[in-house]
């Protein structure tokens, strides 16, 4: 797909596709995968209600919110839309088990699916309409955030924040009804309201969390104000105060954009669904040290030391400063850390959600292990294509052992099958709802493109949870 040509304005060129592609260019298998990566979001944001980051947004909401049409998933209480946008992209992101496109590293869904659901909350919306505004949404951010080549990190910025507002924006004038002209002033008006600081990294702390509701709620304010006519920047990407220039320091990132009507390949290709609730970075990690450790005489007291093999561009985020690494501070600290989670795959076999609670963050045998390990850059990494990793173990015998991962796991060929999404959608459902109902809300999703309104999917999504 060939690049937007620097006389070309791109906020019209995206506004002109996104507002006249119709399901039926769609292919079946983007279509089916889509709907995957819609059931993936809304079960890790069940999951997410059990957790304290949940109730302490709704409590933090409900102080100025009256009441209002939008749904939240997993509540029976209703909150204004942008509110319930708000509170929802916290709770997809909340648990950083999202999905991710990959070249971008941007969370596509976690804002995505949140203006949608914002939109259908009175019912009105077909499945159609659902699924179109978040592969729009998906295909726009991908797109976008790829003609960064990971600048946006290195520069201290979180892509989903910034990335993620552009898409929903567009998205959501389309769901409004709205025209060209009111897309392109829409993503006027997202140039002035994007944000998201990687600050969180320092400390471990929850303002992560926060970016892709704020992008969705924002988006929501956009799309309201470029429909009704608020006057915006015709351009929101290129020139001198345009995205590219002021978020990766070069304007001409802006002719990068692989945008093109003609879609003969599609940014959700390259949306990887997680295998594992810890920043996509680290999970080839996590599979090379599972790979190693099922080989004979490799036990905890027999490795020396360990280097974690990765790209150099991702050190900032997941290896440095690698003392504070090797000792997380937080379940969210743990997340973002290569040395736990390579140290605690190498312990107990596995890595889930329990394995960043309080009590397995202070595992003796692992942050021993977790200091132990060091990391290195590894020209075999294809970064930012794809998240490859590896790991070099050299045991007490002198033996010296490696496994790396060229494609992380859920990523390109190696993407988690149906059967895959399905069950750790059961596993993220399960505590809150019956098997019975995760079926159905399953079935739900997956029906949606049959479904002339999303009514079912919403009542299912405000039943009452069983232990919240």
Same mark, same amino acid.
């Given at each position: 797909?060939?690049?937007?040509?620097?006389?070309?304005?791109?906020?019209?060129?995206?506004?002109?596709?996104?507002?006249?592609?119709?399901?039926?260019?769609?292919?079946?298998?983007?279509?089916?995968?889509?709907?995957?990566?819609?059931?993936?979001?809304?079960?890790?944001?069940?999951?997410?209600?059990?957790?304290?980051?949940?109730?302490?947004?709704?409590?933090?909401?409900?102080?100025?919110?009256?009441?209002?049409?939008?749904?939240?998933?997993?509540?029976?209480?209703?909150?204004?839309?942008?509110?319930? /946008?708000?509170?929802?992209?916290?709770?997809?992101?909340?648990?950083?088990?999202?999905?991710?496109?990959?070249?971008?590293?941007?969370?596509?869904?976690?804002?995505?699916?949140?203006?949608?659901?914002?939109?259908?909350?009175?019912?009105?919306?077909?499945?159609?309409?659902?699924?179109?505004?978040?592969?729009?949404?998906?295909?726009?951010?991908?797109?976008?955030?790829?003609?960064?080549?990971?600048?946006?990190?290195?520069?201290?910025?979180?892509?989903?924040?910034?990335?993620?507002?552009?898409?929903?924006?567009?998205?959501?004038?389309?769901?409004?009804?709205?025209?060209?002209?009111?897309?392109?002033?829409?993503?006027?008006?997202?140039?002035?309201?994007?944000?998201?600081?990687?600050?969180?990294?320092?400390?471990?702390?929850?303002?992560?969390?926060?970016?892709?509701?704020?992008?969705?709620?924002?988006?929501?304010? /956009?799309?309201?104000?470029?429909?009704?006519?608020?006057?915006?920047?015709?351009?929101? @990407?290129?020139?001198? @105060?345009?995205?590219?220039?002021?978020?990766?320091?070069?304007?001409?990132?802006?002719?990068?954009?692989?945008?093109?009507?003609?879609?003969?390949?599609?940014?959700?290709?390259?949306?990887?669904?997680?295998?594992?609730?810890?920043?996509?970075?680290?999970?080839?990690?996590?599979?090379?040290?599972? /790979?190693?450790?099922?080989?004979?005489?490799?036990?905890?007291? /027999?490795?020396?030391?360990?280097?974690?093999?990765?790209?150099?561009?991702?050190?900032?985020?997941?290896?440095?400063?690698?003392?504070?690494?090797?000792?997380?501070?937080?379940?969210?600290?743990?997340?973002?850390?290569?040395? @736990?989670?390579?140290?605690?795959?190498?312990?107990?076999?596995?890595?889930?959600?329990?394995?960043?609670?309080?009590?397995?963050?202070?595992?003796?045998?692992?942050?021993?292990?977790?200091?132990?390990?060091?990391?290195?850059?590894?020209?075999?990494?294809?970064?930012?294509?794809?998240?490859?990793?590896?790991?070099?173990?050299?045991?007490?015998?002198?033996?010296?052992?490696?496994?790396?991962?060229?494609?992380?796991?859920?990523?390109?060929?190696?993407?988690?099958?149906?059967?895959?999404?399905?069950?750790?959608?059961?596993?993220?459902?399960?505590?809150?709802?019956?098997?019975?109902?995760?079926?159905?809300?399953?079935?739900?999703?997956?029906?949606?493109?049959?479904?002339?309104?999303?009514?079912?999917?919403?009542?299912?999504?405000?039943?009452?949870?069983?232990?919240?």
């Amino acid at each position: 797909m060939s690049g937007v040509s620097s006389g070309t304005c791109l906020s019209r060129s995206i506004a002109e596709v996104a507002m006249q592609l119709s399901p039926e260019r769609v292919p079946p298998s983007v279509w089916a995968y889509l709907k995957l990566c819609v059931a993936d979001a809304i079960g890790i944001a069940m999951a997410s209600r059990h957790h304290g980051f949940a109730g302490r947004t709704e409590v933090a909401l409900l102080r100025f919110a009256e009441a209002g049409s939008g749904v939240v998933i997993g509540s029976r209480r209703k909150l204004p839309i942008r509110d319930a /946008a708000l509170l929802n992209g916290v709770l997809i992101h909340g648990l950083d088990y999202d999905d991710t496109h990959l070249a971008s590293v941007v969370h596509c869904s976690a804002s995505a699916v949140p203006v949608a659901l914002a939109l259908a909350s009175d019912g009105s919306l077909s499945g159609n309409d659902f699924l179109m505004a978040v592969l729009l949404a998906i295909e726009i951010d991908g797109r976008l955030g790829s003609a960064a080549g990971g600048l946006f990190q290195e520069l201290g910025f979180h892509p989903t924040g910034l990335v993620g507002l552009f898409g929903a924006v567009v998205a959501a004038v389309r769901l409004m009804g709205g025209s060209v002209d009111d897309a392109i002033r829409a993503q006027g008006i997202a140039l002035s309201t994007a944000s998201g600081s990687m600050a969180f990294l320092d400390d471990g702390s929850w303002t992560k969390r926060l970016h892709p509701g704020w992008a969705a709620s924002s988006a929501l304010t /956009a799309a309201s104000l470029a429909v009704s006519g608020f006057e915006a920047p015709t351009e929101a @990407y290129a020139g001198r @105060y345009g995205f590219f220039s002021l978020y990766t320091r070069d304007e001409r990132n802006a002719d990068k954009v692989q945008w093109d009507p003609s879609f003969n390949e599609w940014a959700l290709d390259n949306v990887a669904i997680k295998p594992y609730p810890v920043c996509h970075f680290n999970h080839a990690l996590i599979d090379a040290a599972l /790979a190693l450790r099922g080989q004979a005489g490799v036990t905890v007291d /027999a490795i020396q030391s360990g280097q974690i093999l990765l790209h150099r561009q991702q050190f900032g985020v997941v290896a440095e400063p690698l003392d504070a690494k090797r000792r997380p501070r937080s379940e969210y600290d743990a997340k973002f850390s290569a040395p @736990y989670a390579v140290a605690t795959a190498l312990v107990k076999g596995r890595f889930g959600l329990s394995e960043l609670e309080n009590e397995a963050r202070e595992d003796p045998q692992v942050l021993d292990l977790a200091r132990r390990l060091s990391c290195r850059h590894d020209d075999r990494s294809l970064y930012p294509k794809v998240f490859s990793g590896g790991l070099t173990l050299t045991l007490n015998d002198g033996r010296e052992l490696e496994h790396f991962e060229t494609v992380n796991r859920g990523a390109g060929e190696r993407q988690l099958t149906t059967r895959e999404v399905k069950r750790k959608f059961e596993q993220n459902c399960a505590a809150s709802l019956s098997v019975a109902h995760v079926e159905a809300l399953w079935q739900a999703i997956i029906d949606l493109d049959n479904s002339d309104d999303c009514h079912e999917l919403l009542q299912l999504l405000r039943s009452p949870l069983a232990n919240v």
